[in-house]
């Protein structure tokens, strides 16, 4: 068996056509996308503000509903999942990273990791140890009892790269996760992370205005006018 027939296609996204209404306009914000990406594999979405990249990614992740189109998650069709079923799916299947690291100020580095795991159904102490573990790739563990206020903006993104994968989920993804860093901070922040989902066998998908963060991945795709302009290389 040759190495193409062993491929496994983690996410397939079908003709997804996105619009909103705004008064008496219609805004065409994706206008019919297709795409796939392998297991293990990542991808990097970029293009101007307001072409759809936002939009795309929180339909992958199950937080925003199509007008057409349908998205497959290990051949599962969330597409036409129930809200109830969405959420389940985002919490077992998907780790969200944003621009800001939304971390809870009263709870420690270690706890902020733990706290879904935890919430998730995990004994307490699997999901501190595999919170210590996780603080160990993204190299904090000597900020395990830091609160976020004692966290520098690079320290904060790191712990919410490693929260998003407390959970062990199939698909990382990462709205412009380095977009309030300054550039040292940011290639230490798109390394860890790209690195660590390497490592764990988890798809990535980034969205970023970065190139140097779009370079570290597999892919790269440019959202143009509501569809891919193809790869970016």
């Known amino acids: 068996m040759n190495d193409e027939s062993q491929k496994k296609i983690m996410l397939k996204v079908n003709n997804i056509v996105k619009n909103y209404i705004s008064g008496a306009e219609t805004l065409y914000i994706l206008k019919g996308i297709d795409f796939e990406i392998e297991e293990g594999k990542s991808a990097a979405i970029s293009g101007q503000s307001g072409s759809g990249k936002s939009t795309l990614l929180n339909i992958i992740g199950g937080l925003d509903k199509t007008d057409e189109g349908s998205v497959f998650i290990n051949n599962d069709e969330i597409t036409s999942f129930s809200e109830k079923e969405l959420s389940a799916y985002r919490s077992k299947n998907v780790g969200f990273i944003f621009q800001f690291h939304y971390l809870l100020k009263d ?127």
């Open 107 to 233: 709870f420690t580095a270690l706890e902020n990791i733990m706290l879904p795991a935890y919430i998730g159904g995990m004994k307490k102490k699997n999901a501190v140890d595999r919170a210590r573990s996780l603080l160990a790739d993204i190299n904090l563990e000597d900020r395990a009892g830091h609160y976020p206020s004692m966290l520098s903006g690079g320290e904060r993104q790191r712990v919410a790269v490693a929260r998003s994968m407390v959970n062990d989920p199939a698909l990382i993804l990462a709205d412009e996760p380095t977009g309030n860093l300054d550039p040292q901070n940011s290639d230490i922040v798109a390394s860890l992370l790209y690195e660590n989902a390497l490592k764990k066998g988890k798809t990535l998908i980034v969205v970023t205005h970065d190139q140097k963060v779009a370079a570290g991945a597999s892919v790269r795709l440019v959202l143009e006018n509501g569809r891919f302009s193809g790869e970016n290389n």
